[in-house]
Every structure is written in C-alpha cells, then in structure tokens.
C-alpha cells in the first residue's frame, strides 16, 4: 500500500482538487483496490471518502453518477439496471476480483483508464461525459485519449436520449 507524509479527508470536490494540486506529489484515495499492490510515497494522500461524491442520480435527460460511488452500488441500483438491458450491471459482475468490484470506485476505474477494463468499453458504446474538476467536462472517448492531466474525476453522465434515439429509429423500420 502508499504512504503519505500527511492525509486530509475534505468534505467536497473543490477542496480536496485544490490540496491535491498544492502538493509536491500527491495521490487521490478511492477505493484503493489499485493503490493497494503500489509502495509509492506520496507528501499528501486527499481521501475523497466524505467529498460528497457518491451518488446515483436519474435526470430527466441523463443519468449521473459521482466519483466514489462503488461499483457493487452501481451494479445493483434499479436506475442502472433498468438501463441499456443492464449492461452496465452486467460489466461489473464480470469484473474477476470481488474486492475490485466491491471496493472500487467509478472515478478509480475512469481516471485508471485500463486498457483491460470490463467497464470503459460499455461505457463508451453508450453517450457519457466525464466531469472533471475546475475543467468542465468532455466526452470519454475524449478523457480516454488525454494525457494525464492531475485531474481530479468527480464523476459521469450518461445520456439517456441516445439509446432512446435508437430504439425509436429501429421501431421505425419498415416491417
Ligand atoms: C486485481 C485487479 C483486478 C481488476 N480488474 C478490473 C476489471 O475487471 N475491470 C476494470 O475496469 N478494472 C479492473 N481493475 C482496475 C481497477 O478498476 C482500478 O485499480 C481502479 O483504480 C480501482 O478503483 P479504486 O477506487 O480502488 O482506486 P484507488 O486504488 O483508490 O486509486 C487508484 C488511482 O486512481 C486515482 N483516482 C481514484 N479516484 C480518482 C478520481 N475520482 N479522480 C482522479 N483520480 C482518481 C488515484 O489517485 C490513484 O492514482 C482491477 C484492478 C485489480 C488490482
């Protein structure tokens, strides 16, 4: 597991993106499924656990979920697997480790961008933004092709209109 000189657990998104930025080398802790195999030191570790990112929210347009919000919670919410035939529910069954799924977060998984993850590829069939940080927000496909920025993910948006879109062209095919 990382070390740190010191650790600071703020109580929202700006203060904690503001003490990570201030540092000389600092780490983000999530879920710390990843975190867990490094023996990196850090001068600052920001526990994101009480920035009030974890949630589920179902808009009129989209569906949006915060940063912290594990996976096992994603996977079992109604809103969730209710949308898109459940494939994000799906993914995060067929994520191997329990711990990861049990433990991980939704940032944690984004912001590791992994190539071998069960989750972006279903994630970037579908409409989602990225929120980050003092930065807006920009598409996945996007996020996923930057260079690292020392962002801080606070969480994601998924469209609802573009599955919708489609099953209304499909339904308009002719029989
Ligand atoms: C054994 C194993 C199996 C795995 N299997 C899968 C899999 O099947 N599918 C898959 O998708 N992934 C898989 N992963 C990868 C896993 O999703 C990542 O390790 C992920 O980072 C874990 O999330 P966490 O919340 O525990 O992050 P942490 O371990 O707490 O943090 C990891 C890194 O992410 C950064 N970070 C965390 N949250 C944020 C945030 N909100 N904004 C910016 N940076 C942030 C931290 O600074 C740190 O550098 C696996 C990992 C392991 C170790």
Known sequence: MITSTTTLVPDNPAAAYAAYRQAASAVFLAGTQGLKYKKDHYDLAVDLSKAGMQYI???????VIGAMTPLWQIKISPVIQEFAGGAISKAISD???KNVQRYGTLGGVISGKAPFSVLLPILLSLHVDVQLQDKGCMSLDDYL?????????T????????VYTAYKAYRKLPA
Do not use: F
């Open 57 to 63: 929210e179902e808009r009129e347009d989209d569906i």
């Open 95 to 97: 994520v191997a480790d």
């Open 145 to 153: 092709y930057c260079p690292p920025m020392g962002e801080l993910v």
């Open 155 to 162: 969480g994601i948006s998924i469209a609802k209109e573009a």
